[in-house]
């Protein structure tokens, strides 16, 4: 956290303090509602702001959660305490199931798909008689602490901003972690994080079920506050709220779900005072003034008003980062094989054959140029080593293991790292946690451990790991640079560093030298041989013929997805079709 976010979330939790203590009984009221509602945005901020997985539907969860301790306390006697953990066990029970069907969803669909499910649990409270349909249950009673009642407002307070704090928490631990850089991967970088073992769908679903937990605990705490339920908290409206809580408030940082829930449960109280004495009349005006705002703001400050806050006052730089030991580091020894095979490998998309009964093999510890005019084959051939692409037939081995058509994950398990085409990097995120994504399959530690910050002393080890990285690569002056900041040559490095993290049995390099300058180029080459010295095996993708004929072992040339050509790199600059079909003549 920055000097000025410190300063922002100091002056919040004195507000939060001071409201109990010496607020007017209407101030704590709302205060107690705002921290309900934040404890539920939070969840979104996590799903929505940071996953990009966008819901309207978290008001049924907050529903689940208030109606599973209505019941069990009303009809049954139930323990409230106990309640809270059977209601936790339900709802992530009905999250995991809704979050299998929707969450394969992509564009409008998972929207919608929010909607509708939200829209059936709320008449599904509405239409059971045995949760007191649409008039809803009473008599739920107060939470205690041993022999001491919350009966009082006042003292509920305390419990609800106990519990939302520890949420913050937990979640912005979560963020600072080996799973919580894989969340924020997900939103715009879901092939790039596969690609360094990241389960993206699994994790999807995991983000989905903590988010609803969150939404759960609110309703809870919401059922035992006021004593009653029915449905009407729990409708797509409510959902709608909750969503613009998030997006006011900073969809991309936890903080932003308290400022969120604060300034749009203010706005709501002073509009439902003061439009109806303006137009004369009642009714739900403040809808269309929200809906005005949520137009302004998304024109003028997409990112919420969080980071306006922070920005007032300046970034403190990180402490240096303490010597740790690495981390664990992949079996080196040679396979008995070549390192890549690739047998009769095959790609058809329809009617047209991309890539034609393609075979080569790559050696332990060489550099392998795969060259080849516009339209050859060359990216399909990429795509189907790393996994973006599924096989139609034919074979691909790595370490002599089948890796053909798995998941870009499972390969990446196997030892392979990469990079791309089109710089794929976490713009917002600082270097040093790009590169730490890399070293995704070298750390254990999972949400829960995370949100506990059980796993500092495996974070320590990630990030000196990543400062290694990129000292090897020679950026260690922007260890703390926000990614996007770089110039593009520069976040083609970063890319490389990310890889390397990884420790990989095989490096595939995608056009790594495409827009960079000459000098840029130079260092580019330098490195490549730095890493061949240290026995790295590199499979390179490149048009430009100066740089791949002065880094290379051995070149594979491709033309309309067949195999025009194999040999060293003299040899393929004086072989005849392979000027007439790429070089256009020159020797």
């Not at 529903?63 to 019941?71: E, K, W």
């Not at 797509?236 to 779900?257: H, K, R, T």
């Not at 060259?371 to 790393?386: D, E, H, M, Q, V």
């Not at 703390?480 to 970063?494: C, E, F, M, N, T």
Request: net charge positive; with cysteine; proline share 5%.
């Amino acid at each position: 956290m920055n000097h000025g976010s410190r300063i922002a979330v100091g002056a919040m939790l004195a507000v939060c303090v001071a409201v109990p203590l010496f607020a007017p009984q209407f101030w704590v009221t709302l205060g107690n509602y705002i921290g309900l509602y934040s404890i539920v945005a939070l969840g979104l901020v996590l799903l929505t702001g940071v996953a990009g997985q966008t819901s309207f539907g978290q008001a049924a969860f907050v529903g689940l959660g208030a109606y599973t301790t209505a019941y069990l306390t009303t009809r049954y006697g139930t323990s409230p305490w106990a309640t809270l953990g059977l209601g936790l066990a339900l709802t992530a029970a009905m999250a995991l199931f809704i979050g299998f069907i929707t969450l394969r969803m992509k564009g409008h669909y998972l929207p919608l798909a929010t909607i509708a499910w939200g829209i059936s649990l709320y008449y599904v409270f509405g239409n059971l008689e045995i949760l007191g349909g649409h008039t809803g249950m009473t008599g739920i009673p107060a939470l205690a602490i041993g022999d001491f009642e919350l009966k009082d407002e006042r003292r509920y307070y305390f419990l609800i901003w106990a519990i939302a704090l520890a949420a913050l928490w937990s979640t912005r631990n979560l963020l600072d972690s080996r799973p919580g850089r894989a969340i924020r991967a997900l939103k715009g970088g879901f092939e790039m994080a596969e690609a360094f073992g990241v389960d993206g769908a699994r994790l999807k679903i995991v983000v989905f079920v903590y988010a609803a937990l969150l939404a759960c605990v609110s309703g809870w705490l919401y059922a035992h506050l006021q004593r009653f339920v029915n449905p009407t908290p729990f409708g797509i409206n409510q959902g709608i709220e909750y969503l613009f809580m998030a997006v006011v408030g900073g969809a991309g940082s936890v903080w932003g779900a308290v400022l969120g829930a604060t300034l749009i449960t203010l706005l709501k109280e002073l509009l439902q005072d003061v439009l109806p004495v303006l137009l004369g009349r009642t009714g739900n005006f403040e809808l269309v003034v929200f809906g005005i705002l949520m137009v302004l703001l998304l024109q003028f400050a997409r990112e919420g008003l969080w980071p306006w806050i922070a920005r007032l006052v300046p970034r403190s730089r990180p402490p240096p980062l303490a010597e740790q030991p690495p981390l664990p580091a992949r079996d080196r020894t040679p396979p008995a094989g070549p390192m890549l095979a690739v047998r009769a490998a095959r790609k058809q998309f329809g009617g047209l054959v991309a890539v034609n009964d393609l075979t080569f093999d790559l050696r332990c510890g060489e550099i392998l140029g795969l060259i080849g005019p516009n339209g050859a084959g060359k990216s399909t051939t990429f795509a189907l080593i790393s996994g973006a692409l599924t096989l139609t037939s034919g074979e691909v081995l790595l370490r002599g293991e089948s890796i053909g058509s798995r998941p870009p994950f499972e390969i990446a398990r196997r030892g392979l790292g990469r990079t791309f085409q089109h710089v794929r990097l976490i713009a917002q995120m600082s270097v040093l946690d790009n590169v730490a994504l890399g070293a995704y399959l070298r750390g254990t530690s999972g949400v829960a451990r995370a949100a506990a910050r059980l796993d500092r002393a495996e974070e320590a080890r990630t990030k000196a790991e990543a400062a290694r990285a990129i000292a090897r690569v020679g950026l260690s002056a922007h260890l703390h640079d926000a990614a996007g900041s770089l110039p593009l040559g520069k976040q083609r490095i970063v890319e490389i560093a990310r890889a390397l993290a990884a420790d990989p049995a095989l490096l595939l390099l995608d056009e790594p030298a495409a827009g960079l300058r000459y000098l840029e180029k130079q260092e580019l080459a330098a490195l490549l041989r730095s890493l061949k010295a240290e026995g790295m095996t590199i499979l390179l993708v490149e048009h430009d013929m100066d740089f791949v004929m002065g880094v290379t072992d051995r070149l594979v040339v491709m033309n309309f997805g067949e195999k025009l050509a194999e040999g060293l790199p003299a040899e393929i600059q004086r072989d005849p079709a392979v000027r007439e079909a790429y070089l256009g003549g020159a020797v």
